[in-house]
Structures are given as structure tokens and as C-alpha cells.
């Protein structure tokens, strides 16, 4: 079992620029989260999925967010366009049914 | 909705000695679960301990247990014989029963443990 991946591990970009973060869950987990960590707000949920349909994408900041789950073993976040202050880690994690999540090592975004 | 309440920002402790973290909660459920995370300098998500609400027994892992007081609605780990490997944030999670392993977290403890 690799674990949940994602990637990039780090991300620099300028603000303005469209930034992709990618996941990987664990191999027969039905739910998938994507968490955003800052100093100031601590771990926001951000969105959601069950079965690969978003369940609850309350989190997310703003229309410039956007999170896709084409299939079980593969989900985007997307930012476009980047602004300093969505500098943050951001996780994503996995689940079976109501198991304890098991968290990637997150990527590091740093927009200037 | 629930919070979450870690009123400690910063411990220390030293090596082979015991420290409890604090956390505390709010919700009007009667069954849900609660996690302590750690996270190291690596930045990794580490599931520590997890406690099922309606278990009146304390959880206990190696060296962490948890004191669960129910009706007090707090929820503090104890991590005994500190190891140096030990320094880390700890978060306090709450998930109600029906949320697909929906957390909300604490804002964390950072726990330096020293020689």
C-alpha cells in the first residue's frame, strides 16, 4: 500500500498563474478530501467526495477553486488564477466508509 | 456545527518524562469519534489514537492514551516515556457519525520534547 499521493510535493508560481495539485488515494477508499493548512486558519476542510461525486464543497474560498474526481483513483485541485494569500499546504486524504483518514504528504504552494 | 478547542499553542517536555496535551469540544451529538493527529517537521498526517464515543473505555496506544471525559467534553492526550521523535503538532479531530470521515481539527499543539 503506497499510501495516498500527491504531487507536487512543492509549487512555486507567480500570482495570476492557473496551478494544478494532484492526488492519488488509496487504492479501494471511497471518500477523498481536500484540506488546506495555514498558519493562521489551521486545517479547512475545502471540499469533499464520495464515490467520486462532490458531497460538500462549503470550503472552498471562492469561485477561483475548483476540485475534480473523474475516477476512484485520481482527483485534481485547481486554482486559476493564484493570488498570494492561497499560500498554504494543501492535503488531500482518503477513506473507506468511516475508517480514520489517511493523509498524503501535501504540497507546499507558494504564489508571489 | 462542532468546534474544536486546543488551548494549548506550545509544551514542552523532556525526554522520558509524561505530558498531556488538552482538547475540548462542542457538539450536541451523543455518538461520534475523536482522533489525535501528529504531524512532525515532515509535515506528515499521523493518526496517533482514536476514540469511539460511545466506548467508556479510555483508547490506549504504546505510549498514548487519551482521558475521555464524556460528559465534560474533553478529550486529552497523555504520551508517557516522551521520545525524542515525539516533537511534533498535535491536532485534536472530531467526526460525527454519517460524514464520511469528515474531520474538523483543532488548532493544534506544538510539542517539543527536549533532552
Known amino acids: 500500500d503506497a499510501g495516498v499521493i500527491q504531487s507536487p510535493r512543492h509549487e512555486v508560481t507567480e500570482m495570476g498563474q492557473e496551478v494544478t495539485l494532484r492526488c492519488k488515494p488509496i487504492?479501494?477508499?471511497?471518500?477523498l478530501f481536500w484540506y488546506r493548512q495555514t498558519m493562521m486558519r489551521g486545517l479547512e476542510l475545502l471540499i469533499y467526495?464520495?464515490?467520486?461525486?462532490?458531497?460538500?464543497d462549503s470550503g472552498m474560498p471562492e469561485d477561483r477553486f475548483s476540485a475534480k474526481m473523474p475516477n476512484a483513483s485520481f482527483s485534481t485541485l485547481k486554482i486559476q488564477p493564484s493570488e498570494p494569500r492561497d499560500s498554504a499546504v494543501y492535503f488531500c486524504?482518503?477513506?473507506?466508509?468511516?475508517?480514520?483518514?489517511?493523509f498524503g504528504n501535501g504540497t507546499r504552494l507558494t504564489v508571489t | 456545527a462542532q468546534t474544536v478547542t486546543q488551548s494549548q499553542p506550545e509544551m514542552s517536555v523532556q525526554e522520558a518524562e509524561t505530558v498531556t496535551l488538552s482538547c475540548t469540544y462542542d457538539?450536541?451529538?451523543?455518538?461520534?469519534?475523536l482522533f489525535w493527529y501528529k504531524q512532525p517537521p515532515s509535515r506528515q498526517m499521523i493518526l496517533v489514537i482514536r476514540?469511539?464515543?460511545?466506548?467508556?473505555q479510555n483508547a490506549t496506544e504504546n505510549r498514548f492514551s487519551v482521558n475521555f471525559q464524556k460528559a465534560a467534553k474533553s478529550f486529552s492526550l497523555k504520551i508517557s516515556d516522551s521520545q525524542l521523535g515525539d516533537t511534533a503538532m498535535y491536532f485534536c479531530?472530531?467526526?460525527?457519525?454519517?460524514?464520511?470521515?469528515?474531520?474538523?481539527f483543532g488548532t493544534g499543539t506544538r510539542l517539543q520534547v527536549t533532552l
Open positions: 479531530a472530531f467526526m460525527k457519525p454519517g460524514t464520511a470521515s469528515k474531520l474538523t
Open positions: 457538539t450536541s451529538e451523543n455518538n461520534y469519534y
Open positions: 487504492s479501494g477508499h471511497n471518500s
Open positions: 476514540q469511539e464515543a460511545y466506548k467508556q
Open positions: 486524504a482518503s477513506s473507506l466508509r468511516r475508517s480514520p483518514l489517511h
Open positions: 467526495f464520495n464515490n467520486n461525486v462532490p458531497i460538500d
